[in-house]
């Protein structure tokens, strides 16, 4: 069935630093891949999402790159700060072009 | 405007009971999705609802899962006789169409405890 694979499971970064997370995908379908930000005890927030046309898409401290032949996407947060400390989930559409299947998310600890 | 609520926020049963999950998506949205969390896990997809479309229930574990929408809105998780593998916090989410590129939004969740 369609997977999304996300590594690593857990980043520690000083602040200041840039944090990497990256995520596979098995359907060559999917179209859609969104980023969300869950801190502890809240619900899942959209951060950053890319669609299959474009590559890359930046937006202040973030950015998202997507490589469509290799079926890959990736996030980058530059000069991290404590705040941005919290569990990060990837997701890409399903060949419907309905639900999301998202990565096991990770988890990123930035410290001061 | 008022985002997307579930009730109850938590919910302990014990193993062999029939629960109720309840979400309130966001007034407008057509698509309704529910999600499973288990500790340390992603979010599991398990069902969703556009408009008066026959659901999409692909992701339901087993037959012990159901869920509902009435009137186009309000939705209803329903797991019955609990095991404690179901334990977990329920997400909702909803989005103004289930065009699956558009953002979904989520509700607080329900967490659920199996005894």
């Known amino acids: 069935g369609e997977n999304v694979e996300q590594h690593p499971s857990t980043l520690s970064v000083q602040e200041g630093d840039s944090a990497v997370i990256k995520c596979t995908y098995s359907?060559?379908?999917?179209?859609?891949f969104p980023w969300y930000k869950q801190e502890l005890g809240k619900r899942p927030q959209l951060i950053i999402d890319?669609?299959?046309?474009?590559g890359e898409k930046k937006d202040q401290r973030i950015a998202v790159t997507l490589n469509k032949t290799a079926k890959h996407f990736s996030l980058h947060i530059t000069e991290t700060q404590p705040e941005d400390s919290a569990v990060y989930f990837c997701?890409?559409?399903?060949?419907?072009?309905?639900?999301?299947?998202f990565g096991k998310g990770t988890t990123l600890s930035v410290s001061s | 405007g008022a985002g997307v609520s579930q009730s109850p926020s938590n919910k302990v049963t014990e193993k062999g009971k029939d629960v109720e999950l309840r979400c309130d998506p966001i007034?407008?949205?057509?698509?309704l999705y529910w999600y499973r969390q288990s500790l340390g896990q992603g979010l599991e997809f398990l069902i969703y609802f556009q408009g008066n479309s026959a659901p999409d229930k692909s992701g339901l574990p087993s037959d012990r899962f159901s869920a509902e929408r009435t009137g186009g809105s309000v939705s209803t998780l329903t797991i019955q006789r609990t095991q404690q593998e179901d334990s977990a916090v329920y997400l909702c989410?909803?989005?103004?169409?289930?065009?699956?590129?558009?953002?979904?939004?989520f509700g607080p969740g329900t967490r659920l405890t199996v005894t």
């Open positions: 007034s407008g949205h057509t698509a």
């Open positions: 359907d060559s379908a999917s179209n859609y």
């Open positions: 997701a890409a559409s399903t060949q419907a072009g309905t639900a999301l299947i």
């Open positions: 989410a909803s989005s103004y169409q289930a065009t699956g590129t558009e953002e979904q939004y």
């Open positions: 890319i669609r299959s046309n474009v």
